[in-house]
């Protein structure tokens, strides 16, 4: 059959149960294939398991190697890959660590501050800071989480963080600040 304009149009029979294709109770007519030059169907299988290998290969690699990338888009991985034992590096930095301890009244103060900065060429989400004060011993007094003061930093950005503790618990002589997710400890 032709259309107006001269051109073939395909040719639709009507379905046989278990007949080829269906669609919509219609099938079209299939059109044989041209056949492929001798060794190159082996080839071509060939080069499809080879891809199917990288990939299964290259894919976990690629996870694995840039986890510290992966892990600064998205921090709630960081937990899965300390699951099967690698050490993940949030990027982040946290520099000049200022502690302070001051009476304010009745009570002492004491306050935290330090300056967090993503040193790397992309944005990325700050995870949270968990804040630690250790004895004469190393043992750890006390510790609490908090967030920190802006949800991402863009590339070579900084942000100043501030923490205040009311009524520390006496004997602290060390306090330390990392991030929850594995990012470099500060001390002072």
């Known amino acids: 059959m032709t259309n107006a304009h001269g051109a073939a149009e395909p040719v639709y029979h009507a379905a046989r149960p278990g007949a080829g ?14 056949a492929l030059p001798e060794g190159v169907g082996a080839l071509a299988s060939m080069l499809g398991r080879v891809g199917v290998v990288l990939a299964l290969i290259g894919g976990p690699s690629v996870a694995i190697a840039h986890r510290d990338r992966i892990v600064a888009a998205v921090p709630a991985l960081a937990p899965a890959y300390a699951a099967i034992g690698l050490s993940v590096h949030n990027g982040f930095v946290i520099e000049d660590l200022h502690v302070h301890l001051a009476p304010v009244g009745d009570r002492k103060v004491l306050t ?6 993503n040193p790397r060429n992309f944005s990325g989400t700050l995870p949270n800071l968990r804040i ?3 004895g004469n011993d190393g043992r750890e007094i006390y510790a609490w989480t908090t967030r920190p003061p802006k949800d991402r930093l863009e590339a070579a950005e900084r942000a100043r963080f501030a923490a205040r503790l009311e009524a ?3 004997g602290a002589a060390e306090a330390v600040v990392s991030f929850v997710d594995g990012g470099a400890p500060s001390s002072r």
Not at 21 to 34: C, E, H, L, M, N
Not at 112 to 117: F, G, K, P, R
């Open 21 to 34: 294709r269906q669609r919509f109770g219609v099938q079209k007519s299939t059109i044989p294939r041209r």
């Open 168 to 170: 520390p618990p006496e």
């Open 112 to 117: 935290l501050e330090a300056m967090l900065i």
């Open 132 to 134: 630690v004060l250790r």
